[in-house]
């Protein structure tokens, strides 16, 4: 049995319903959250504060690296609360940082730091120990004896002339050479702007970049291609109008991304991070650069932080583990180790704001999903957001990013995510068609996404090809396929899987399929044409919410022409009645769906 006096629990400050009558959560909660998640890892610092080595599964970069990381990644979040409080840490917070830095730096001391090499691990840890070091500079930098900042100097400096990979690793070089540049250390000027002018090539409009040259259209659009260059300006005094403006357009759709509880969309790598996509939110606010109010900032940000806070993270150790709401590995990445969670520190940017910010003593004000039904296009990325008031739900539905390489990630593959719910990683059932045998997504082809249509086209590796078109209406996404595959080609589709503590109750009648949760969150697929067969495939252990997951899925047993009915809702489904309701006709060269208010649709055929 264990003692439940030694697990960790969140001590919060009282609710605040007057300042805060959404989240209830107002500064102080912020600075509790952020204190206890900087106590819980002191007791795996190393001897000379210099490393943090927490528990769990290494990172290919080995241990002495992922220490390292545990010491750049709470500092993020150290520099944050120390400088939003002008300096007035709590005790012994900056000095046991300082001392870290002095450690770290020191070549024959135990836990020094590995050098930095070509695309390694550290480069990313210096892009973070060197922001902290410029928020803080007054109050720890500052007050470094010259012998450390010499060294720390000298440890920063070994990026200069290193290569970097091509992605958001190069905006890494480019704030920690500005900060090298702005105490007087070693730098090269075109590696600065190297960064910089390379996110040109990977802006694709919208306020959206890709994370490369592969269409990786994730949450590092927002925790790193638009945080860094901000950042940059922050060191150089640059005006950065063109990354301002391009924040306000990418925050215009980029807040629908979250429920009207909190949960983000579960989509994309690194989700370990949970609320490091709250940085480019946060951002807009410090940069003066969001459509949000200030009142509308705090709700979103606050209900992130308190829907995870409220579901177990951090942990019964307090610490960020490798997971979700709990540890799940299959969703990691082999860079990922036991402190990468803290690049949950990023969610924290807004702690530089002082108290007496807007942001912080303004109202909270809601936000578009909670007075309405949300729909948002992003046609530069080819993802559509369908958000419904009722259950407070997101999906969204993806016909544009794939990420390369592998060819069928689950977590960008899928047709369609939501905050509520997670791929599988065994059956790959969900959200996603396959042409006997069993066929992977390739390469996805943007085609259209405006208004409440999206589609695209991918090619299997054997030659077949699947276009489909998405209508989204409420809950509702209606899918058009058309499938060119040989005669007698297999084709089936699965909707969303739902996962949970214990096994979701499932129900299939006459062309379709359905699944529900405990709490009422059902998937069901419903066949409105060419569909023959209808099942729910299980597995265990497979999803990050939950380790019993269910899937609706539907076969047919010729290619061609499908029309599916998605739904996924916090309230009752009635596959029958709204496959009565809704109606589809099938010409030579268009599907007309005709919705139960008389509204109709029109799909040209492929």
Not at 203 to 219: A, K, P
Not at 431 to 448: E, K, M, Q
Request: glycine share 10%; with cysteine.
């Amino acid at each position: 049995m264990t003692d439940d006096s030694k697990r960790f629990h969140l001590h919060l400050p009282p609710t605040d319903r007057i300042l805060s009558p959404r989240t209830g959560w107002t500064r102080a909660h912020w600075e509790a959250v952020a204190d206890q998640l900087l106590d819980a890892v002191v007791p795996y610092a190393s001897p000379g504060l210099a490393r943090y080595d927490l528990p769990g599964r290494p990172s290919w970069s080995g241990v002495r690296s992922d220490g390292l990381e545990g010491f750049a990644r709470t500092f993020l979040l150290a520099a944050f609360r120390i400088a939003g409080a002008r300096g007035e840490a709590p005790p012994g917070l900056i000095e046991r940082y300082a001392d870290g830095l002095a450690a770290g730096t020191d070549p024959s001391a135990a836990d020094s730091w590995p050098v930095l090499t070509d695309c390694s691990q550290q480069m990313v840890e210096a892009a973070s120990i060197a922001i902290g070091l410029h928020e803080t500079r007054a109050w720890l930098w500052d007050r470094l004896d010259s012998s450390v900042r010499e060294r720390v100097v000298a440890w920063l400096g070994g990026f200069v002339g290193k290569r970097t990979w091509d992605n958001n690793w190069m905006l890494f070089q480019t704030v920690s050479e500005e900060f090298l540049k702005s105490v007087g250390g070693p730098y090269r000027q075109e590696e600065i702007d190297r960064g910089l002018a390379r996110i040109e090539d990977w802006y694709v409009g919208d306020g959206w970049y890709t994370d490369g040259g592969t269409r990786n259209f994730d949450y590092y659009c927002g925790w790193a291609m638009h945080l860094y260059p901000l950042m940059w300006t922050r060191m150089s005094g640059a005006s950065g109008e063109v990354y301002r403006d391009r924040l306000h357009t990418f925050l215009t759709t980029y807040q629908h991304f979250f429920g009207s509880d909190g949960a983000p969309i579960h989509q994309g790598r690194s989700l370990a991070y949970r609320f490091a996509a709250l940085a480019p939110v946060w951002m807009g606010a410090l940069a003066d650069a969001s459509p949000l109010s200030a009142g509308q900032t705090r709700k979103l940000t606050s209900s992130v932080v308190r829907h995870f806070a409220e579901r177990g993270v951090p942990d019964s150790r307090g610490l960020l583990s490798l997971g979700w709401y709990d540890t799940f590995l299959p969703a990691t990445q082999s860079y990922s180790g036991p402190a990468s969670p803290y690049w949950a520190s990023k969610g924290f940017l807004g702690l530089l704001l002082p108290s007496e910010h807007p942001v912080w003593t303004e109202r909270e004000q809601p936000l578009p999903l909670d007075e309405g039904d949300v729909v948002a296009a992003v046609p530069a990325t080819g993802l559509l957001l369908h958000g419904t008031r009722h259950d407070g739900l997101v999906r969204l539905v993806n016909h544009g990013s794939d990420h390369g390489a592998p060819p069928d990630d689950p977590h960008y593959a899928r047709f369609a995510y939501s905050t509520r719910t997670g791929p599988d990683h065994g059956t790959a059932a969900d959200n996603h068609i396959t042409v006997s045998p069993a066929s992977p997504r390739g390469a996805i082809h943007a085609l259209t996404c405006e208004d409440r249509t999206a589609s695209s086209f991918y090619e299997t590796p054997g030659g077949e090809r699947v276009t489909t078109t998405s209508v989204v209406r409420g809950p509702w996404e209606i899918r058009v396929h058309a499938i060119t595959a040989p005669t007698g080609s297999t084709v089936r589709e699965g909707g969303y899987a739902v996962a949970d503590a214990s096994p979701p109750a499932v129900v299939t009648g006459a062309g379709w399929a359905l699944a529900r949760r405990a709490d009422g969150l059902t998937s069901a697929l419903i066949g409105l044409y060419g569909w023959q067969h209808a099942t729910v495939v299980r597995d265990v252990e497979a999803n990050a919410f939950g380790p019993h997951s269910a899937t609706p899925r539907l076969e047919a047993d010729s290619p061609g022409t499908h029309v599916t009915l998605v739904v996924l809702s916090g309230d009752a489904v009635h596959p029958t009645a709204l496959r009565d309701a809704i109606g589809v006709e099938v010409s030579a060269d268009a599907v007309e769906i005709t919705f139960p208010d008389g509204d109709t649709v029109s799909v040209a055929r492929s």
